[in-house]
């Protein structure tokens, strides 16, 4: 095996991919610039951190599970009025994240509140956060078959070691009293130390008869909007007014 070689494999048994895969560059680069010892050690470091932030996001960005990637960019504040570009902006520098406060978002359908919390985890997602997004539905499945079912069992451990956990599509589908505790449990547990994002179609008067119990709606509503930053969106239907067409 050549000298190089030697180094690529001993690069990989340390991990350090960066020069696993550039060691020849990064030693070609050093003669060019004729780099000090210290100079070289550097680079090599740098690369190796750099290379390993980025794989760290990648994998915090596939366990995130987003159903698709969207970004505040493209969405369109002009469409849609009743939500504040400034006061979603003040949210991208993750503050809110640190003081495990929780977002609402509350809207019929189409009106971007999937797309405004997914942006929000992704850009959570590159500044370092845990991320876990759930529909209501996927949520109630995990936590009623944790006990039987090993990605269940794990979805819901992902979900009570992540920084922020994207709840999304609450009150769309029928929950019977067994998940509305399971619910309680769980916003009870992940209280003062996970931001909670939900997003609902259902106005905070309409909670009473999705979860099916006064004293439960008031438990987990008291819980939820303690600290907390609400959104009323209202309006059109993006989809509805952007309808797509084949012909
Ligand atoms: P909701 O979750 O409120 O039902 P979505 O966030 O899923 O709505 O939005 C539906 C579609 O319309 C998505 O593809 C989304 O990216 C797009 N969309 C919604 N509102 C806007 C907007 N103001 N600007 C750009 N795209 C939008
Ligand atoms: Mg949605």
């Given at each position: 095996?050549?000298?190089?070689?030697?180094?690529?494999?001993?690069?990989?048994?340390?991990?350090?991919?960066?020069?696993?895969?550039?060691?020849?560059?990064?030693?070609?680069?050093?003669?060019?610039?004729?780099?000090?010892?210290?100079?070289?050690?550097?680079?090599?470091?740098?690369?190796?951190?750099?290379?390993?932030?980025?794989?760290?996001?990648?994998?915090r960005l596939k366990n995130a599970c987003f159903p698709t990637l969207k970004s505040l960019d493209n969405f369109d504040f002009d469409f849609q009025k009743s939500i504040s570009k400034k006061k979603i902006n003040?949210?991208?520098?993750?503050?809110?994240?640190?003081?495990?406060?929780?977002?609402?978002?509350?809207?019929?359908?189409?009106?971007?509140?999937?797309?405004?919390?997914?942006?929000?985890?992704?850009?959570?997602?590159?500044?370092?956060?845990?991320?876990?997004?759930?529909?209501?539905?996927?949520?109630?499945?995990?936590?009623?078959?944790?006990?039987?079912?090993?990605?269940?069992?794990?979805?819901?451990?992902?979900?009570?070691?992540?920084?922020?956990?994207?709840?999304?599509?609450?009150?769309?589908?029928?929950?019977?009293?067994?998940?509305?505790?399971?619910?309680?449990k769980l916003v009870s547990e992940l209280y003062e130390q996970t931001s909670i994002v939900i997003t609902s179609n259902k106005g905070f008067e309409d909670w009473n008869e999705l979860l099916g119990d006064p004293?439960?709606?008031?438990?987990?509503?008291?819980?939820?909007?303690?600290?907390?930053?609400?959104?009323?969106?209202?309006?059109?239907?993006?989809?509805?007014?952007?309808?797509?067409?084949?012909?």
């Amino acid at each position: 095996m050549s000298k190089i070689e030697d180094l690529k494999q001993q690069g990989l048994s340390l991990k350090l991919y960066n020069l696993y895969e550039c060691v020849e560059a990064l030693i070609k680069d050093a003669e060019l610039k004729d780099s000090s010892y210290q100079e070289f050690l550097e680079t090599v470091l740098e690369g190796e951190i750099r290379t390993k932030e980025k794989r760290a996001q990648e994998i915090r960005l596939k366990n995130a599970c987003f159903p698709t990637l969207k970004s505040l960019d493209n969405f369109d504040f002009d469409f849609q009025k009743s939500i504040s570009k400034k006061k979603i902006n003040r949210l991208l520098d993750m503050d809110w994240i640190d003081d495990i406060f929780n977002l609402i978002f509350l809207g019929p359908p189409g009106v971007g509140k999937t797309h405004i919390c997914v942006a929000l985890g992704y850009k959570a997602i590159e500044m370092g956060y845990r991320v876990t997004y759930t529909t209501m539905d996927h949520l109630m499945y995990a936590l009623k078959t944790s006990d039987i079912s090993r990605k269940s069992k794990s979805k819901v451990n992902k979900i009570h070691s992540s920084d922020l956990v994207i709840i999304d599509e609450v009150g769309y589908l029928p929950i019977t009293r067994d998940e509305a505790n399971l619910f309680f449990k769980l916003v009870s547990e992940l209280y003062e130390q996970t931001s909670i994002v939900i997003t609902s179609n259902k106005g905070f008067e309409d909670w009473n008869e999705l979860l099916g119990d006064p004293a439960l709606t008031t438990a987990i509503l008291d819980r939820l909007t303690y600290k907390c930053e609400l959104f009323n969106i209202t309006g059109k239907s993006y989809r509805l007014e952007h309808r797509q067409s084949i012909v």
